[in-house]
């Protein structure tokens, strides 16, 4: 599991096109990808499980937590990407709630467009 992070401060100012905005790259992919939006309610979770291709948790907002093979659970929050391999066991849970974006597919290489978040 790595995470890593989205938020404005790691993002660039675009000025092309007379545009005026912050970019945080996410990723790029030439295989298919699923989208899906997650909203877990308080005490939700997503529970311990194999992921079946690699996946990327974006959470746009709230705070949870987050754990791979150990049972060591890290908080993450809007702006937080959390990155598990295929085959990688994990889960997600949240006390408050989490609405989060993520990507699925045979190809996901996030250490191409993000840091890892400095915990």
Not at 24 to 29: A, D, K, L, M, V
Not at 60 to 75: D, L, N, S, T
Request: glycine share 8%; net charge negative.
């Amino acid at each position: 599991m790595k995470i890593y992070s989205f938020r404005k401060e790691v993002g660039k100012q675009i000025t092309k096109y007379d545009s005026n905005f912050i970019m945080s790259r996410i990723i790029q992919s030439e295989k298919p990808v699923h989208v899906g939006c997650m909203h877990l309610e308080k005490n939700g979770v997503i529970g311990y499980h194999q992921a079946v291709v690699s996946q990327l948790l974006l959470i746009m907002k709230g705070e949870g937590f987050v754990r791979g093979e150990k049972e060591e659970y890290i908080k993450v929050q809007a702006g937080d990407a959390v990155f598990w391999e295929k085959d990688e066991w994990h889960e997600t849970k949240t006390d408050l709630g989490v609405t989060a974006i993520v990507l699925e597919s045979e190809e996901l290489h996030p250490d191409s467009f993000m840091a890892l978040r400095v915990h």
